[in-house]
């Protein structure tokens, strides 16, 4: 089987019909259009990207719009990387990188990356995660996209396969930005080599004596299919990314650090006093705080003086990305933002006019179009990226964007006590519907969707018990019924919106009234 054959397998094998095969590359083109045509896309449209369309503005990106945008940065990288960086270095040979970067491949990674966010963003993600493990039992817990590659290869329905979208090998392997299992089976490092987690792919961490994996993109129950779609690009590292991966990765990077600026400016809730006061701060006193023994400065949102957040960004960039690390870089990109965004488009506040408008439409533009210029090979020698990367200055000032909507949006307490709410929705929806499927009386007329997801689950926990019974504490078959029942009612509550989750907790503590609005959608 040629490198080209095996990217294009699907699990299960597919004719296409005279119409899809006069396409060029029908099959990736195929796949492009079951993502985006799936009803887990449109849900994207209701679920938080970071603050709530419905407490700010509806033109707060939620995360189909990010998926949207996300995508369109993704395929320019990918066409400049295909005609510019392809065949440059061993790491982009055709060994490691196998039909060189696609752009439909890319595209469609990009619209997929983040299927498997539940309700309430990344609040959502550890939450679920949290109970998932403490509660349920499941030892891969809950993870945003390891999720995504679940519904692709098992719960979303296509009409050319029994279960997933049947996607190409290589679009698969593109959706796994973090491409191993919890276990993290197939990978060795040496413990005595790795110092710190600085010396470990992003996503694991070393905690004492054990390596963790934080981030990861398959549960237990899809690693063969992750392993399968990895063979398409057998030179890869086992903690590496495909270079179609990397792209989309980079691409949903650039596209979060503008993006989050975009909304908070829009909805009148980034100050650009504050923001002011604390990057002069930094600026004006850079030297000083470097040399301060501050153990404050690593307790995070513990700040006394102007310039310490920025600072203490600083020390944690050399601590966790000693590769690129770099304080000149790293002053460049403050002064930077500081001009542009800071001294710049929040000097103006945003009134809704057609000139605000403007302003922030050359900003956004500006920066995203500076972005896509800036990707170069990395460095063959670290594991903490990937094929590609931005280079070292403007991976610094994404850095820094970050920065921005974390310290100054994030770490609000009005935000915060907002989301502490919204996390207990989470957890009585769980506890609701787990003792629903156990009420003898009352079973019957639990929604036939999370009968269905259940049934998918406790049939795809037989089947490692039988395989993999190393993956599991106990292999009974009441356990495994637990394990399906718990799996199951994590990917019910995963697949609702922000709005459905809230309204499915009210209606289960009878108190609603949108009972009917909710029902056909169960």
């Not at 390596?211 to 590292?237: G, H, M």
């Not at 002069?280 to 006394?304: F, Q, T, Y």
């Not at 590769?323 to 002064?335: K, R, S």
Request: with cysteine; charged share 25%; proline share 4%.
């Amino acid at each position: 089987m040629t490198h080209d054959d095996a990217r294009l397998q699907r699990r299960q094998p597919e004719v296409l019909d005279e119409i899809q095969l006069a396409d060029h590359n029908p099959d990736y083109r195929i796949d492009l259009e079951r993502v985006r045509f799936s009803p887990y896309f449109s849900r994207l449209s209701a679920v938080t990207q970071v603050i709530s369309q419905a407490g700010a503005s509806p033109l707060i990106h939620n995360r189909l719009t990010h998926s949207i945008k996300v995508t369109a940065v993704a395929r320019a990288i990918a066409v400049t990387v295909d005609d510019t960086l392809v065949g440059t270095t061993p790491a982009l040979s055709p060994e490691v990188s196998p039909g060189g970067c696609d752009a439909v491949v890319v595209q469609a990674a990009a619209s997929a990356h983040d299927l498997g966010h539940p309700p309430f963003g990344h609040l959502g993600e550890n939450v679920l995660n949290r109970i998932a493990r403490d509660t349920l039992g499941l030892r891969d817990g809950f993870e945003g996209n390891a999720q995504t590659y679940r519904i692709l290869t098992v719960l979303d329905v296509c009409d050319g396969a029994s279960a997933g979208l049947n996607l190409t090998a290589a679009v698969r392997a593109a959706v796994a930005k973090y491409p191993w299992t919890p276990q993290l089976e197939g990978m060795t490092f040496d413990r005595d080599r790795v110092h710190d987690s600085t010396d470990l792919p992003r996503g694991i961490k070393r905690e004492g004596d054990a390596i963790v994996a934080r981030k990861y993109s398959a549960y237990f129950l899809e690693q063969d299919d992750l392993i399968e779609a990895r063979a398409s690009a057998p030179a890869l590292k086992p903690w590496e990314q495909s270079l179609e991966c990397a792209v989309m990765d980079i691409a949903d990077d650039i596209a979060y650090s503008i993006h989050d600026v975009d909304d908070f400016y829009r909805a009148g809730i980034l100050s650009q006093v504050a923001v002011s006061r604390e990057f002069k701060g930094w600026i004006e006193n850079s030297a000083v705080l470097r040399l301060l023994d501050a153990p404050e400065l690593e307790v995070e949102g513990v700040r006394n003086h102007a310039g310490e957040g920025i600072e203490a960004l600083r020390r944690k960039i050399h601590r966790d990305d000693p590769w690129i690390a770099d304080d000149d870089a790293f002053a460049d990109a403050v002064a930077v933002v500081s001009e542009d965004l800071v001294e710049g488009l929040l000097s103006t506040v945003f009134d809704g006019s057609i000139a605000a408008e403007r302003r922030l439409s050359s900003f956004t533009s500006r920066w995203i179009a500076h972005f896509e210029r800036s990707i170069v090979a990395a460095p063959s020698d670290t594991p903490r990226t990937g094929i590609i990367t931005l280079d070292r200055r403007a991976w610094h000032e994404v850095k820094v964007l970050k920065f921005v909507h974390k310290h100054f949006i994030l770490n609000r307490p009005d935000i915060a006590m907002y989301q502490r709410g919204l996390s207990q929705v989470l957890v009585s929806l769980v506890s609701a519907f787990s003792d629903w499927l156990e009420d003898d009386y009352d079973r019957k007329r639990v929604p036939r969707r999370l009968i269905e997801m259940v049934d998918l689950a406790t049939v795809g926990y037989q089947r490692l018990a039988a395989e993999r019974p190393y993956l599991l504490d106990d292999t009974a078959p009441a356990a495994l019924r637990r394990l399906g029942h718990g799996r199951g009612v994590i990917d019910y509550v995963a697949s609702l919106s922000d709005g459905q989750a809230i309204a499915v907790a009210e209606a289960l503590n009878g108190r609603t009234d949108r009972l009917w609005d909710i029902g056909q959608s169960l």
